[in-house]
């Protein structure tokens, strides 16, 4: 009985550390399904139904190996991605790199608020309420919040993706055929398809999702002891976005691509999913669209002011007061402004600055992977956590693969 209690006391201890570390993974995941992977996702269930989902299946894996390097890397060096780019790679390669990451940053807040905006005038709101209300909420939310608060609702906010499971389970899909999809690689070889994987890549290992996590980690100041509990908190939230990822392509394949339907953004499904799969199926999708939005449009702007603090090489965190962290505070409250008034302009190009911002992303992904890699194995900065044979070769694969779906991309956007 004594060595059963400090057995339970050990337990308890060990999921009580498991919570306080809780938060990087579990919230960089969830965010990159943003309404632009949304509607990715649901352009892949709707052209191609179930056969796709193992290119979901691989890029979760993906997702796993450089957001759980990107935390460890965090931890350890006690800096973001550009201030070890800085450090390692000198002032001008940071300084192209952060310059891309701002432009596809803001580029991608565009869209953010587009699918929010989207997302509201499902029910009849007007964007031009929904919008400028968003904006204020998230500014609120970062300018007066402490860390803690901030990340709990973070976490609340992730917590509306369980609508898009129940959208799917709503959808009765046919369960032999997305099984079959997710574990048996075939692919129909079109110049269409060739694009969806590509998105789908892109759209779930994100540049700004990487900037993220290491940054988030940096001022959760989470100690290099914390990384086993971190590790968990990695796989669970890519996890959990491959999950929200299959069951919004299975929703959009067995209702969309069953009935012959094409669409162009998660608005669209969403509409769709109703008359199809009933009322509760297209409001639920909504809904998901709608929170993933304010999600994503708090995280970007976040990560675009750690990255821009990281490169001039001031010290910024959540907890600091605007008079302590002017430049962190300035650059979300710009990012976000600018972002929201464009997605008001009557006319505003919102398709154009969608496909230019996530060429931007393609652009950046495969450079930015490989600093990664190459500061993964800098013995100087990582000590003893440096990347071993195996993870090296694990990364290297990854973006070999990366890399062939930007290459394919960039060609078949030229051609």
């Not at 709990?152 to 906010?157: A, G």
């Not at 994987?197 to 980690?217: C, H, K, M, N």
């Not at 067995?254 to 094409?262: E, F, I, K, Q, V």
Request: charged share 10%; aromatic share 8%.
């Amino acid at each position: 009985m004594k060595w059963s209690m400090k057995g339970i006391a050990r337990r308890r201890l060990a999921i009580g550390a498991l919570f306080a570390v809780v938060g990087p993974g579990l919230i960089a995941g969830l965010s990159d399904d943003d309404p632009a992977g949304i509607t990715t996702y649901s352009v892949l269930g709707a052209q191609h139904g179930y056969q796709l989902l193992w290119v979901l299946a691989l890029s979760t894996i993906a997702l796993i190996l450089f957001h759980g390097l990107g935390a460890r890397m965090g931890v350890v060096t006690g800096q973001g991605i550009i201030g070890l780019i800085r450090q390692r790679y000198g002032v001008k390669l940071s300084g192209a790199a952060l310059i891309a990451l701002v432009l596809a940053n803001l580029g991608t807040t565009c869209a953010e608020f587009a699918g929010l905006a989207a997302g509201f005038e499902l029910f009849g709101v007007s964007r031009y309420l929904s919008v400028p209300l968003a904006a204020v909420g998230v500014s609120v939310l970062v300018l007066r919040g402490s860390f803690r608060r901030i990340e709990h609702i973070f976490v609340l906010l992730a917590s509306v993706f369980v609508a898009y499971i129940a959208s799917g389970l709503l959808s009765h899909p046919d369960w032999g055929a997305a099984v079959h999809g997710l574990v048996v690689p075939t692919m129909p070889f079109t110049r269409d398809a060739f694009v969806i994987i590509t998105a789908t890549v892109g759209t779930t290992l994100a540049p700004w999702g990487l900037a993220f996590i290491q940054s988030y980690a940096v001022d959760k100041q989470l100690r290099p002891e914390d990384l086993r509990y971190e590790r968990i908190d990695v796989i669970a939230g890519s996890i959990l976005t491959g999950v929200v990822g299959f069951f919004v392509v299975v929703a959009c394949a067995a209702t969309l691509n069953r009935n012959g339907l094409s669409i162009d953004t998660a608005s669209d499904a969403a509409r769709a999913l109703e008359p199809l799969a009933g009322g509760a199926a297209g409001t639920l999708f909504g809904v998901g669209l709608i929170g993933a939005a304010v999600l994503a449009a708090s995280i970007l702007p976040l990560s675009t002011a750690y990255s821009v603090c990281e490169y001039v090489g001031v010290e910024a965190a959540l907890d600091d007061h605007y008079s302590e962290a002017k430049p962190f505070y300035l650059t979300f409250g710009v990012v976000v402004l600018v972002a929201a008034v464009l997605v008001l302009i009557p006319g505003a190009p919102l398709v154009t600055i969608l496909v230019v911002t996530q060429v931007l992303n393609a652009v950046l992904l495969l450079p930015l992977l490989i600093f990664l890699l190459g500061v993964a194995r800098d013995r100087d900065l990582m000590g003893e956590w440096v990347a071993s044979r195996g993870a090296v070769i694990a990364y290297a694969i990854t973006i070999a693969v990366v890399g062939a779906c930007v290459i394919g991309l960039l060609i078949t956007m030229f051609l």
